[in-house]
């Protein structure tokens, strides 16, 4: 089986861009979390979603924002770029929500510029 | 609140030595912990998990770790390191309700020594 992936893999922006990240979830799995890992550091939570619903929120901006779809695959966008947000953003799936059983993938490396 | 402080932000061993990773965690409820380990240019792969069960918990590729709460730690051990093992360690600390978040520490460079 798949596991969680994460598009893409890396990308370069510029400050004041706006990005958007995407998600699948493993097959089943209707919760996932979004994290950034800035290096050095451990993951931060930023949101995590149910059923297309937001079940948490990390303490990010308002430039943050999340997306769950139908097929449970979920995006992450970041608006107004800094050069403070490059990071590892991370995103995992559980089949439940605040499943302590998440599976994460491999990450999208993003660099502002 | 809930937090994790993992000492030693890198940490040595030579190849068929112990390995010692300390953690100690802060939880004002029974505390969920967890170790992930994350190899280069990888996400984070789950190594074991402390749920108010046994207080020795045996993860994957040797590893295990001991629920202190008198001493609120727990630490991750493992008897012999291989090579294998260099990697990013990240201790974590969540509460039992489905509802809470998993906090993590800052991480733990193992590096192992020929």
């Known amino acids: 089986d798949a596991g969680v992936t994460q598009s893409p893999t890396h990308l370069i922006k510029t400050r004041g861009q706006h990005v958007t990240l995407r998600c699948s979830p493993i097959?089943?799995?209707?919760?996932v979390s979004w994290y950034q890992q800035v290096l050095g550091q451990g993951p931060q939570f930023i949101f995590q979603?149910?059923?297309?619903?937001?079940?948490g929120r990390g303490n990010f901006p308002d430039r943050f924002s999340a997306r769950q779809f139908p097929n449970y695959s979920s995006e992450l966008n970041v608006n107004a770029l800094l050069l403070g947000d490059s990071a590892l953003y991370l995103c995992?799936?559980?089949?439940?929500?605040?499943?302590?059983?998440?599976?994460f993938g491999p990450g999208t490396r993003l660099t502002v510029t | 609140a809930q937090s994790v402080t993992q000492l030693g932000s890198h940490v040595s061993v030579s190849e068929g030595a112990l390995v010692l990773l300390r953690c100690n965690y802060s939880?004002?409820?029974?505390?969920?912990l967890f170790w992930y380990v994350q190899y280069p240019n990888q996400g984070l792969q789950l190594l074991l998990k402390?749920?108010?069960?046994?207080?020795l918990v045996k993860g994957i590729n040797g590893f295990e770790a001991e629920f202190k709460k008198s001493e609120t730690s727990f630490h991750l051990t493992k008897p012999s390191a291989h090579m294998s093992d260099a990697a990013e360690y990240f201790c974590?600390?969540?509460?039992?309700?489905?509802?809470?978040?998993?906090?993590f520490g800052k991480g733990t460079r193992l590096h192992i020594l020929p």
């Open positions: 995992a799936s559980s089949f439940l929500t605040g499943s302590h059983e998440q599976y």
């Open positions: 097959s089943g799995h209707k919760s």
């Open positions: 979603y149910y059923e297309k619903e937001e079940r």
């Open positions: 939880s004002s409820v029974p505390p969920y």
């Open positions: 402390y749920t108010s069960a046994a207080t």
């Open positions: 974590a600390v969540s509460g039992p309700s489905r509802d809470d978040k998993i906090i």
